[in-house]
């Protein structure tokens, strides 16, 4: 087992360094005898669909024998209200500079306390599908969010006999509690106006307090688990990841990006049958730095609705549904309302079998990692030959916001933002991540690009753009040359997306967006106490390429 959940009695007490006040107080309400255990996603479907406000949709399960569920299961529909986002503001992690754990384990205590005459639901399940990485998660939510237990157990794995063996005989790491999340999405408080995520990611526990958005529960549980993974020698990915099963050799990329930067649609991309490949996961996974190896996290996939119409072959493996609409067919089937119609950020979990050629582990060393942004100063495709400045520019990973965010009032949505790999749920100083990434670059001899796959310049990168660029990677028919003045970066002649040199104002927007680089690695210093400052070396290559436009 990865975790630990039992100890003698005599371990247990302040010598063991596994217990703090937030864990103990998160754990404690576990046992209460107003907890209800659910473990089955049979059980808790049959929950959801009863719990008020449900819509059960006449829309049937996808073989739903092979996903614990009955065989009359259907598509259940929940809506969240006004948020269909999450809430990065909302977010408060113990260690972090200004983070007291006294302060915060008072209106922990008081949230426990106020869920007594409530029942409560105890959900259980696995995060990691491989002997190499496997943790044990539990979550305590109140009744009347049956739906949100019920995407929690689709989301992660359930418990199962081939599960639970695995889980026996997998690794175990020493010093790892289970994790555990307390919820609470009718939580009120003055000072958190938009809810509470409180982790203490050492102790792998948190509190989700006024929140009833799905990602918020799905991330937050991730947090912990990539915060775990991190300690044992894994970099933790919120990306994709996939292999080509050429006929000389096996292939894999991952793609890191946030939601909307086309991560998914590559990692899923079927390229016209043109190639035999098999998907690990397209949103959560990690890489071993051990032997480049990678496991997923999850079986299934927490998808956009926007770009998939009710007549899309896709929709035939969803399991749940949220912000979305419904309506009646022809026949008078309740049926969704897809597309984003109804809400920004309409969002599906599907099964597993959406993707055919599925695994939960690459024995394989990854042989690509693509950063995906969206910088209107970056051609359509860059080869970074340097392994600090590819950890570097993971870590100024470019992007905009999207309507998977609930953003805090006065906070430009439009504004280009950084997001170090494109992990906002990071619990650990960034030098981890800088280090984990430069070590898989600069030992597995990794190669690097970054796709823009927003605009360049004013012109938008299409989409078969960017997957003809991916193909000719992959079979290794890509020719760059070097992109002057610079001595690391590359580029590809693109018709239309070739960057000019002698034009002043692109010019001046390329050095800009360096210049934007080097001040966010410069702020690291002193933000947030230097919680994640990094090494000289970070800073020091995005200073070379700006002298070099001097």
């Known amino acids: 087992?990865?975790?630990?959940?039992?100890?003698?009695?005599?371990?247990?007490?302040?010598?063991?360094?596994?217990?703090?006040?937030?864990?103990?107080?998160?754990?404690?309400?576990?046992?209460?005898?107003?907890?209800?255990?659910?473990?089955?996603?049979?059980?808790a479907y049959k929950l959801a669909k009863s719990s008020?406000?449900?819509?059960?949709?006449?829309?049937?399960?996808?073989?739903?024998?092979?996903?614990?569920?009955e065989p009359d299961s259907k598509v259940l529909i929940f809506n969240d209200g006004a948020v269909t986002g999450r809430c990065a503001s909302a977010r408060r992690i113990l260690g972090e500079p200004g983070v007291s754990e006294a302060e915060y384990g008072a209106k922990i205590r008081e949230a426990v306390y106020s869920t007594r005459k409530k029942k409560m639901y105890h959900a259980q399940g696995y995060i990691g599908l491989d002997r190499d990485f496997m943790i044990k998660a539990h979550l305590l939510i109140p009744e009347n969010h049956e739906n949100i237990m019920y995407n929690w157990l689709l989301n992660f794995q359930p418990m199962n006999e081939f599960y639970n063996e695995m889980y026996e005989n997998s690794k175990k790491y020493e010093g790892e509690g289970e994790i555990f999340v307390f919820s609470d999405p009718d939580w009120q408080h003055p000072e958190h106006p938009?809810?509470?995520?409180?982790?203490?990611?050492?102790?792998?526990?948190?509190a989700i307090l006024g929140m009833r958005y799905f990602g918020e529960f799905k991330k937050g549980t991730l947090t912990l688990a990539w915060g775990c993974a991190n300690r044992h020698g894994f970099a933790?990915?919120?990306?994709?990841?996939?292999?080509?099963?050429?006929?000389?050799?096996?292939?894999?990329?991952?793609?890191?990006?946030?939601s909307g930067s086309g991560k998914s649609t590559l990692t899923h991309a079927k390229h016209g049958g043109k190639y035999d490949v098999t998907i690990l996961h397209d949103d959560a996974f990690v890489i071993s730095s051990e032997n480049g190896s990678s496991v997923a996290l999850e079986p299934s996939y927490f998808d956009k609705t926007s770009d998939y119409p009710l007549c899309s072959d896709d929709?035939?493996?969803?399991?749940?549904?949220?912000?979305?609409?419904?309506?009646?067919?022809?026949?008078?089937?309740?049926?969704?309302?897809?597309?984003?119609?109804r809400n920004g950020n309409g969002r599906a979990i599907k099964s597993r079998l959406w993707s055919p050629n599925r695994v939960d582990r690459f024995d394989e060393p990854v042989d690509t990692i693509v950063w995906l942004m969206k910088d209107p100063s970056i051609p359509p495709v860059v080869k970074i030959e340097d392994p600090v400045l590819s950890s570097a520019m993971g870590a100024t990973l470019a992007t905009k916001r999207t309507s998977a965010e609930r953003l805090a009032p006065g906070v430009?949505?439009?504004?280009?933002?950084?997001?170090?790999?494109?992990?906002?749920?990071?619990?650990?100083?960034?030098?981890?991540d800088f280090k984990r990434f430069l070590e898989l670059f600069q030992k597995r001899n990794i190669d690097c690009y970054i796709f823009n796959t927003g605009h360049f310049r004013e012109r938008k990168i299409p989409k078969e753009l960017t997957l003809n660029i991916l193909e000719n990677i992959v079979e290794g028919k890509a020719r760059f040359k070097k992109w002057e003045p610079f001595e690391e970066l590359e580029i590809m002649e693109l018709e239309g997306f070739t960057p000019d040199a002698n034009d002043g104002d692109y010019m001046k927007l390329l050095r800009d967006r360096l210049v934007d680089r080097f001040n966010f690695i410069k702020s690291r210093e002193s933000e947030r106490g230097g919680f994640d400052r990094l090494p000289p070396e970070a800073i020091e290559v995005f200073a070379k390429l700006i002298e070099r436009l001097r």
């Open 315 to 341: 929709n035939k493996y969803l399991l749940s549904v949220q912000n979305v609409g419904a309506t009646q067919d022809e026949n008078g089937n309740i049926v969704i309302v897809s597309e984003d119609i």
């Open 194 to 206: 938009l809810g509470l995520s409180f982790f203490d990611p050492e102790h792998n526990c948190a």
């Open 52 to 69: 008020p406000g449900t819509i059960v949709t006449d829309m049937p399960v996808y073989k739903p024998e092979k996903l614990g569920l």
């Open 412 to 432: 430009d949505p439009n504004a280009l933002v950084i997001e170090p790999y494109a992990n906002p749920f990071r619990t650990y100083p960034l030098s981890d």
């Open 1 to 43: 087992m990865s975790s630990s959940s039992r100890f003698p009695r005599s371990s247990i007490g302040k010598s063991n360094p596994l217990f703090s006040q937030t864990r103990t107080t998160v754990e404690t309400a576990f046992y209460g005898n107003n907890v209800s255990t659910v473990i089955s996603p049979c059980e």
């Open 236 to 258: 933790a990915c919120h990306g994709g990841q996939k292999r080509y099963n050429l006929p000389d050799r096996k292939y894999v990329a991952g793609f890191f990006g946030l």
